[in-house]
């Protein structure tokens, strides 16, 4: 993990001041700019748990999902779908998982031209110790309780919709 800054101040609010005297008030860009390097932090957090496992998130959330399915595997297309990632991004994850044992590619019986990525029991294994770290960890969200990491969940989650990752059912908008 990266050094600690340890500035004497925050320097994203500092930007927001300058922001403002220059250009004005914009509080979205002290917020985008918070999300920003939240992001960076949490990576770094979850980086240092996964890597002595050869894993990245990215192949870490594919194990998951695999193990997720009823059969222990599904089409490269569905991972893709399900993650929210390019084929591209797909193909290059479950091709680093199965050059590490964690996953084994087969032709998919019901589409001629797909392939399924199929964990392994050592890819079962991998996932398991790793999502016990994690969790122990909370994720690197361990600043937070967890109705606020209900709280970060909900203020994120108009931006994914309005984003199209999902559609919410009329009868469950205010969730």
């Known amino acids: 993990m990266a050094k600690p800054l340890a500035l004497d101040f925050d320097p994203i609010a500092r930007a927001d001041e300058l922001w403002t005297r220059r ?45 997720f399915s009823r059969t222990g595997e599904l089409s490269l297309s569905k991972i893709g779908e399900r993650l929210m990632v390019h084929p591209t991004s797909v193909t290059n994850t479950v091709d680093r998982l199965e050059r590490a044992g964690l996953v084994a590619r087969r032709p998919n019986p019901l589409d001629g031209r797909g392939v399924l990525a199929s964990i392994t029991g050592r890819g079962r294994q991998v996932v398991e110790e790793a999502t016990r770290e994690l969790v122990a960890m909370e994720f690197g969200m361990e600043d937070y309780d967890a109705d606020q990491c209900r709280q970060v969940f909900d203020l994120l989650r108009p931006l994914r919709v309005s984003a199209g990752d999902f559609v919410v059912p009329e009868e469950h908008e205010g969730r």
């Open 23 to 67: 250009w004005g008030g914009v509080p979205s860009m002290a917020a985008i700019t918070s999300v920003m390097r939240a992001h960076q932090i949490l990576l770094a957090r979850v980086d240092a748990v996964l890597k002595p496992y050869g894993l990245t998130f990215a192949r870490y959330e594919a194990l998951v999902l695999l193990t």
